[in-house]
């Protein structure tokens, strides 16, 4: 299963959200801080949506340690880009677990310290707000309500 996490990333790296998006298995359950727990097409959608936003923004992903068997793998993966609403340069270190279901990905959590992205991300108010519950809540509900939006916004134009 080495390979579906070598795929992923290399996809990611390529900003190509649809050969991400055919990495996970239709019951994909996903989970990080910023969005907390996305399933099925919504964590799809997010990685189509992240995808587009950054092409041709100098967007970088470099990806290490994947270690899989059958039923379970783990990588560590840094992305390197620029945070759209402040134009702040983000290098973001982050570790992955995984459990894979028919070969492809079905669980797949990110972690990655929130306050160190944020101080990146937004400066001073990073700095400061970055440990608080109070951030990782609002920050939640502003990458779903992106998500939502783009999901409508899909689902119009297709």
């Known amino acids: 299963m080495k390979n579906i996490i070598e795929t992923f990333y290399t996809a990611l790296n390529r900003c190509d959200g649809k050969a ?6 239709d019951a994909i359950i996903f989970e990080d801080p910023a969005f907390g727990i ?4 919504r964590a799809k959608a997010m990685w189509l949506m992240l995808c587009e936003s950054q092409q041709g923004k100098g967007f970088k992903v470099e990806f290490s340690n994947i270690e899989a068997n059958d039923n379970s793998g ?3 993966w840094e992305a390197f880009y620029t945070f759209s609403k402040t134009g702040r340069k983000v290098y973001n270190r982050i570790d992955a677990k995984f ?3 028919d070969g492809l990905i079905i669980k797949h959590t990110d972690t990655f310290n929130l306050h160190q ?3 990146q991300a937004m400066g001073f108010k990073g700095l400061i707000m970055g ?4 951030f ?3 920050l939640k509900i502003q990458t779903n309500s992106m998500l939502n939006k783009y999901i409508a916004k899909k689902k119009l134009s297709d």
């Open 20 to 25: 991400m998006a055919a990495c996970y298995h």
């Open 38 to 41: 996305l399933k099925g097409d």
């Open 74 to 76: 783990s990588a560590h």
């Open 99 to 101: 459990e894979f279901k």
């Open 117 to 119: 992205w944020a101080k």
């Open 131 to 134: 440990r608080t519950r109070y």
């Open 136 to 138: 990782s809540s609002k």
